[in-house]
């Protein structure tokens, strides 16, 4: 119950450093910082900061009026997140709610609002769970609600509201989407729903399951795109989209579902990298829709009319003739 107010003008409210003399340890190890409300009245940038630090437990803390960061831990490992709600002054600014680096971080519960960008998660083999973004980016500065740049990160179960920008932007392997939900959503054509890459760097494996986006002014006539896909430059590149529902919310009920035509999907570099499964195109030429093994039993295809896509089925075995029904 505690509540810290900042009554100076610094960088961080709260700094996570080594506290021996003696330099043994140049990183913090054990700490635990629970059941706060962190205020900034002053000039100070960050809420917490952490250069390097172990095994840390950020539990139960409100951190409001901050610019940049609420949370930025530089290096960790073994870190516990949770119950954690960052708000922050606005989009006009490049900042982030929780700007985290490490590895088997467990992030859950956390709230992000107000911010240009809610989750940078530079995270290896951690999960982010039941966390929520609101008010990310803005009409004039769109950003990215999640933002996933480590290797084998997951989200699980998490949502946004009222957010401009992309999604989920996945750059590194082994990025997962289980679940998740967002509501009254902005897209623009120079960002995404779901992208796989930032720059140069490219993620060769991204799944995203089971999501739901009600879109506020989704019209497809704006060059507004639900996928950007890139090529990774040497490794196969390997998407799975599955269970996918796209709304309109600015219609009536019976008719706020998207159609399949409706939908747009970028393809950057040479489309024989690229691996899509149970996903819809518009307009993209020998765009795959769904790459068969031996061990698939395909019934069907299933196309809506209007949607303007045209399949070459073949099988595996060059000696086997025998057509698909």
């Not at 803005?138 to 480590?150: A, M």
């Not at 590194?172 to 779901?194: Q, W």
């Not at 002014?217 to 989209?241: A, C, M, P, Q």
Request: proline content about 1%; glycine content about 8%; charged content about 20%.
């Amino acid at each position: 119950g505690t509540r810290l107010c900042g009554a100076f003008v610094g960088e961080h409210l709260i700094e996570i450093k080594n506290g021996t003399l003696d330099g043994e340890l140049d990183y913090a190890e054990d700490v635990v910082i629970e059941d706060l409300t962190l205020v900034n009245w002053n000039q100070v940038n960050k809420g917490i900061y952490a250069s390097v630090v172990s095994r840390a437990t950020l539990s139960n803390l409100y951190l409001d009026k901050f610019p940049v960061n609420g949370i930025h831990i530089e290096d960790s490992w073994v870190t516990t997140i949770s119950k954690v709600t960052a708000i922050g002054q606005g989009s006009e600014t490049e900042n982030c709610a929780f700007d985290l680096f490490g590895t088997s971080c467990n992030l859950s519960n956390c709230y992000a609002f107000n911010w240009k960008n809610g989750y940078k998660l530079n995270l290896f083999y951690s999960t982010a769970s039941a966390c929520a973004s609101d008010h990310i980016g803005s009409e004039s500065n769109y950003g990215v609600v999640y933002d996933l740049k480590g290797y084998n990160t997951g989200l699980l179960n998490c949502g946004a509201e009222q957010c401009y920008g992309t999604l989920v932007r996945a750059s590194e392997r082994g990025c997962n989407v289980n679940g998740m939900s967002a509501m009254t959503h902005y897209i623009d054509k120079d960002h995404p729903l779901f992208c796989n890459y930032e720059g140069d760097k490219v993620s060769d494996s991204f799944t995203v399951n089971d999501v739901s986006v009600v879109f506020a002014n989704f019209t497809s006539l704006n060059g507004e795109k639900i996928y950007s896909w890139k090529s990774h430059n040497s490794n196969r590149t390997d998407i799975s989209v599955n269970r996918i529902a796209l709304y309109q919310n600015n219609q009536s009920f019976d008719s706020r579902k998207l159609n399949v035509y409706e939908y747009r999907t970028e393809l950057i570099g040479s489309l024989a990298n690229l691996n899509f499964k149970n996903n819809d195109f518009l307009n993209n030429k020998h765009g795959h829709l769904e790459t068969l093994t031996q061990f698939d039993k395909v019934k069907y295809f299933r196309v809506r009319n209007g949607s303007h896509i045209s399949f070459r089925l073949y099988n595996a075995n060059p000696d086997d003739f025998t057509p698909y029904n």
